[in-house]
């Protein structure tokens, strides 16, 4: 059975920073693409960071220089660091796991940026 479990959310300030870390078990996680993506309230699903198998990166032009993503085969786990975080990076943000047809997801979790 695939769990992704992701954890770190919460709430901060403008200007402040969370980590991110998701938890993959059932897959075998280093050869997967993994992919961070958010939902704001009356907004679709968007990319934020992805990082495949050889640790390359990708990230939408809107987290650029603030986000980092990074992964750890030996522990399974993906990590995202927020940095310099503002109102409108406040989401659920979703971690993915995808190798060809195969894509999983898990329950997200709650970001909040407020003053």
């Known amino acids: 059975q695939v769990q992704l479990v992701e954890s770190g959310g919460g709430f901060v300030q403008p200007g402040g920073s969370l980590r991110l870390s998701c938890a993959a078990s059932g897959i075998m996680f280093r050869l997967y693409i993994v992919g961070w993506y958010r939902q704001a309230p009356g907004k679709q699903r968007e990319l934020v960071a992805t990082?495949?198998?050889?640790?390359?990166?990708n990230y939408a032009d809107s987290v650029k220089g603030r986000f980092t993503v990074a992964r750890d085969n030996a522990k399974n786990t993906v990590t995202l660091q927020m940095n310099s975080l503002k109102p409108e990076d406040t989401a659920i943000y979703y971690c993915?796991?995808?190798?060809?047809?195969?894509?999983?997801w898990g329950q997200g979790t709650q970001v909040t940026v407020s003053p």
């Open positions: 990082i495949t198998s050889g640790d390359s990166t």
């Open positions: 993915n796991v995808a190798l060809g047809l195969k894509t999983y």
